[in-house]
């Protein structure tokens, strides 16, 4: 039978991926091709097929697991909300309540569950647990932090716990401020409708007002009670700026075209760049997974 010119060319993809593939045969060695090219890079960033089955969940956990023990990598970074993956941080330097992984991981119940609340997440939770406490220190623990801006309304519930320990005064404009989103309850969807359809005020200004207003008073925040309150103020201003984004984000879902994934893209990208420089100049060491 005559070859074509299409099963020609797929007889010579197939060629072609088996020449570069590397198989996997559950041996140690298994990545040690991919370390060598990864080098001394300050990012690895793994990729969206990350998202699949149990395979590909174990798989990326132990990748994970070899360039934090073996190139010194510091933080992991995933496409998870920032307050949720905050508590799972929080666990694995061993600064929280939650007695196991799988209460570390119970504030993940938006949609979809899945990606985070499964045994892999859960074992890679627990071994970053295990390894921070086998560290000599714990400037040398490696952190969990989300990236990603779905959590309006859990932000906003985050910025004013902190307020309401470090200044109530402030904490009760926050309230007034946020009171604008009240109307719509936990659908945020309905905010954007309404808003881009002329049916409600937007909530941009008072967003907007309450982030400047918490950087302004950083300064005098940050000098008190020393690493804590440094973490607890960037967990909240992060917080802040997430509320903000989200804001702009549920509007321009809205508007059609490209415009809401390019705000959620840029939101993630401008915290892994808050993350760097925040590690980086408390702890002078920051390699990241994403």
Known sequence: MPITTASAMAHATVRAVHAAASPLTGAPTDFDALLALIGDAQYVLIGEASHGTHEFYRIRGEITKRLIQERGFTTVAVEADWPDAYRVNRFVRGESSDADADEALS?????????????????????????????????????????????????????????????PAAAQRARHRYACFEDFGDDVQAYGYATTRGFAESCEAAVVAQLVDLRRAAADYAQRDGRVMRDALFYAEQNARLVRDAEQYYRAMFYGGATSWNLRDQHMAETLDALNTFLTQHTSRSKTIV
């Open 107 to 167: 504030g993940f119940k938006r949609f979809p569950q899945w990606m985070w609340r499964n045994a892999d997440v859960l074992d890679f939770v627990g071994w970053l647990r295990g390894f921070n406490e086998s560290l000599s220190t714990p400037a040398k623990h490696v952190g969990f932090y989300g990236l990603d801006l779905y959590s309006l309304h859990t932000s906003i519930a985050a910025v004013l716990e902190y307020l309401d320990v470090v200044d």
